[in-house]
């Protein structure tokens, strides 16, 4: 029977890559996607940017909104200080399943919180179900037309602190217009654009970094 791509990605993790160590992880999905197949993981190149941003905020919690095989879950969480929690938020069973076993195969299992779900629905619940007072980054990697609601959502639930830092991937491509229009605008967020790739390959996109002013 037809494996599908998470589960082709994950057998790729499970022969190249070294139990518990993440940043082999890392390098055995990009290997895979630049090789074999290409998929939707912020990759390599502006997963170094990502690196630079988790490393600057040093956040004791996090939000992924977007698992997928949980290339960046376990990209920022082998950056992360001991004590830190990371959050992530995956909506389809099969990717979720996926990413499980990619996060335990990096040793990661304690770091990292994965939830099953809707953001929808999941972001007014974090402080009551995981005791979460505020996040200090939150990576924004799920569809591109919840952004912006989740963004509002996270406001309204009072989840961000002055100097949070929200990273947005493919502000260009495939692009979030209405989230770029509304952060860059926004008197509440100081935003800065890091240009880079699409992961994988040539065409433009890049990261919106947007600190919460309070
Ligand atoms: O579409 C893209 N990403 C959508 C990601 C969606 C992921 O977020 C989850 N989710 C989790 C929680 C939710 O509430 C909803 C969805 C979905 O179940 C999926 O696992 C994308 C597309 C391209 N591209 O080149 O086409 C490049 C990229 O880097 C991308 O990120
Ligand atoms: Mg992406």
């Known amino acids: 029977t037809q494996t599908t791509r998470p589960q ?121 179900k995981f005791g979460i007072e505020t996040f200090d980054l939150v990576f924004l990697d799920h569809w591109k037309d919840r952004y912006l609601p989740d963004t509002k959502l996270m406001e309204e639930c009072g989840l961000l602190r002055k100097g949070s830092v929200l990273l947005a991937d493919n502000v260009i491509c495939p692009g979030t217009p209405d989230y770029l229009e509304y952060i860059r605008n926004s008197p509440r967020y100081k935003s800065q654009y890091f240009r880079s790739h699409l992961e994988y390959t040539k065409v433009e996109d890049g990261l919106e970094k947007s600190v919460f002013l309070g």
């Open 8 to 128: 082709r990605m994950l057998a790729a993790v499970q022969k190249s890559a070294t139990r518990g160590d993440p940043r082999s992880v890392v390098k055995a999905i990009d290997q895979f996607c630049r090789q074999k197949e290409w998929a939707m993981n912020v990759g390599d190149e502006k997963g170094c940017i990502l690196d630079s941003v988790v490393t600057e905020v040093n956040p004791a919690t996090v939000l992924e909104l977007g698992t997928y095989c949980a290339y960046s879950t376990v990209r920022i969480a082998s950056l992360l200080p001991p004590d830190a929690k990371l959050i992530t938020l995956e909506f389809n069973p099969h990717n979720a399943a996926i990413a499980r076993q990619v996060i335990a195969w990096a040793g990661l299992g304690d770091k990292i919180q994965l939830v099953e779900g809707p953001s929808g629905d999941w972001i007014p619940k974090m402080k009551e």
